[in-house]
Every structure is written in structure tokens, then in C-alpha cells.
Nanobody, 124 residues
Framework: QVQLVESGGGLVQPGGSLRLSCAASARSAFTIYAMGWHRRVPGKQRELVARISDSSITPTHYADSVRGRFIISRDNAGNTVYLQMNSLKPEDTALYYC???????????????WGQGTQVTVSS
């Protein structure tokens, strides 16, 4: 079982910034091939907004909706991921969840294990 703990959400005005953090851990050793952030809004399809991996070809990938505004990064140990969100828009309002790909795909949807996530609300 993987534990993923997100933090850093909150209320921000349009145009503002937030930085989300997430630490991944597990009871047994596991290999992280990639880390990423999903966001969920009731009534809408879940969206993978960003991912980061060790790939030398495509180390990062962003959804079109956030490209140029969000930046994903990872610490040197490889088990903490960050999401710097700039120029936030009301449509960025959502519950944000970090996730890991252990080589078998994203952990959260595969196990339907979503936890609490961290709420981001963009409003004036």
C-alpha cells in the first residue's frame, strides 16, 4: 500500500499562485517510475494535469489546460513531488491529488484509493 499525503491547497484570487507538495511512502520497497497530479471536479472527468518521470525524452508532461502556468518538480530523493501553480484561474478550482506510477500505471485510479486530496479554490 502506498501512502500519498498532499498539502498546500487553499483559497487564492485569480492570477495568484499556490504550491502543492506531496510525499509518497510505502510499507515495502517500491520503485517510482513517475509522479503526477490529478484534479477532480464533481460532474467532470478526472484530469491528469502534470506528470514527471526519469525519461530523458519527455521528463515532464502537462495538460493543455495548465501548460505554461504550472510547473511540476521532484526532490532529489524522488519521493516528493511539487506542483507550482501560477496565473491561477477559476477553472483551476478542484481537488488535487498526487499519484505515483510504480510501473503498473497510476496507483490511485488502479486501487480506487483517493484519500482527501487538497482543495484549491480560485475565486475573487
Amino acid at each position: 500500500q502506498v501512502q500519498l499525503v498532499e498539502s498546500g491547497g487553499g483559497l487564492v484570487q485569480p492570477g495568484g499562485s499556490l504550491r502543492l507538495s506531496c510525499a509518497a511512502s510505502a510499507r515495502s520497497a517500491f520503485t517510482i517510475y513517475a509522479m503526477g497530479w490529478h484534479r477532480r471536479v464533481p460532474g467532470k472527468q478526472r484530469e491528469l494535469v502534470a506528470r514527471i518521470s526519469d525519461s530523458s525524452i519527455t521528463p515532464t508532461h502537462y495538460a493543455d489546460s495548465v501548460r505554461g502556468r504550472f510547473i511540476i518538480s521532484r526532490d532529489n530523493a524522488g519521493n516528493t513531488v511539487y506542483l507550482q501553480m501560477n496565473s491561477l484561474k477559476p477553472e483551476d478550482t478542484a481537488l488535487y491529488y498526487c499519484d505515483v506510477d510504480d510501473g503498473r500505471g497510476w496507483y490511485r485510479p488502479r486501487n480506487n484509493d483517493w484519500g482527501q486530496g487538497t482543495q484549491v479554490t480560485v475565486s475573487s
